[in-house]
């Protein structure tokens, strides 16, 4: 099972930045679309930000749009969530996400591998 290594998580101001960090550990796994979901204490796991195998197209959550930006480079296989002006209903457990289908989906069913979670914290 291929597993996905999370960094970049910690604690920061309200109005702070952060980048998320996701690669498999596993380095000649070839991941297709990818995404970012965030899942809050007694709350369901949401789509954050996803994008396509080769960063063509890129969907976000409407609570995100022009503050979070996701991206790949696929030479180093790895994707990255870039986050600013962080707000305290941004924190939760961010968990990276990769599928073998090339089109970013924004459903968590839609995922094939998952990594262990990385957790944000927002400080108002």
């Known amino acids: 099972q291929v597993q996905l290594v999370e960094s970049g998580g910690g604690l920061v101001q309200a109005g702070g930045s952060l980048r998320l960090s996701c690669a498999p550990a596993t380095r000649t796994f070839t991941t297709g679309a990818m995404g970012w979901f965030r899942q809050a204490p007694g709350k369901e796991r949401e789509l954050v930000a996803a994008?396509?195998?080769?960063?063509?197209?890129?969907e976000y959550t409407d609570s995100v749009k022009g503050r979070f930006t996701i991206s790949r480079d696929n030479a180093k296989n790895t994707v990255y969530l870039q986050m600013n002006s962080l707000k305290p209903e941004d924190a939760a457990v961010y968990y990276c996400?990769?599928?073998?289908?090339?089109?970013?989906?924004?459903?968590?069913?839609?995922?094939?591998?998952w990594g262990q979670g990385a957790q944000v914290t927002v400080s108002s």
């Open positions: 994008i396509s195998w080769n960063g063509g197209t890129t």
């Open positions: 996400a990769a599928r073998t289908g090339w089109v970013a989906a924004v459903t968590p069913g839609s995922y094939n591998y």
